[in-house]
């Protein structure tokens, strides 16, 4: 058995990842106005005070989620596009199918939602989703466009257009998911969405 001081260095490296968690739970719920930093420590079966140890305040916990969700992500796509000599095609294939396979899938979808609806009162989360998501999001979908473009695989359209052509699908699977799902009558196939939209997608791309 590890010695008392290894098992408690382990915990506390896992305490941040425990409490975004139980952020994101509590925050599906109550939305980021109700969410209090106590329902957090409740949530997470800590105190507040260790929650503070982590984070600032709320605020820093809700851009911690998104940066450790939709930010990380991101990421993983510039590293894949840094090492990756095929073609554009394929490239928008995996980028398309990376930000589906996140918003459809677990909760995360939920922080898309508390933005549309609360930033009006919270400008600073808008501001923030603006700059850490959406801009970092279509300046990477701007490179792949444009390398389709420059490779003669797609057509010359304005690209700021076609960039966001590209994502709306994806937002409407994130708003559905989080708000609408609860009132389908089976499970809706989002893949077979994201299926769809690149089959239309890249014959309307095409030279």
């Not at 925050?27 to 949530?43: L, N, P, S, T």
């Not at 709320?58 to 992500?73: C, M, N, P």
């Not at 300046?139 to 797609?154: C, D, K, P, Y």
């Amino acid at each position: 058995m590890p010695p008392p001081q290894a098992r408690w260095a382990r915990r506390k490296d896992a305490r941040p990842a425990e409490i975004l968690d139980a952020a994101l739970k509590v925050f599906a719920v109550k939305g980021y106005a109700g969410a209090r930093m106590d329902d957090i420590a409740q949530a997470a079966g800590v105190t507040k005070g260790t929650i503070y140890l982590y984070f600032d305040g709320k605020e820093a916990v809700f851009k911690s989620l998104v940066r450790d969700s939709i930010g990380t992500a991101l990421a993983g796509m510039d590293e894949a596009r840094k090492s990756f000599h095929g073609s554009a095609k394929t490239l928008l294939r995996f980028a398309l199918n990376t930000i589906a396979h996140l918003i459809t899938t677990g909760d995360r979808a939920v922080l898309l939602k508390i933005i549309l609806s609360e930033s009006g009162n919270f400008p600073e989360l808008a501001r923030f989703w603006r700059s850490e998501i959406i801009d970092r999001g279509l300046a990477r979908m701007s490179a792949i466009v444009e390398l389709g473009i420059a490779q003669g695989e797609f057509r010359s359209l304005p690209v700021e257009h076609a960039v966001r052509l590209c994502m709306a699908p994806l937002l409407l699977s994130a708003i559905w998911r989080s708000t609408f799902a609860q009132f389908d009558v089976a499970p809706y196939d989002y893949q077979g969405l994201i299926d769809t939209h690149l089959d239309v997608l890249l014959k309307g791309l095409a030279p």
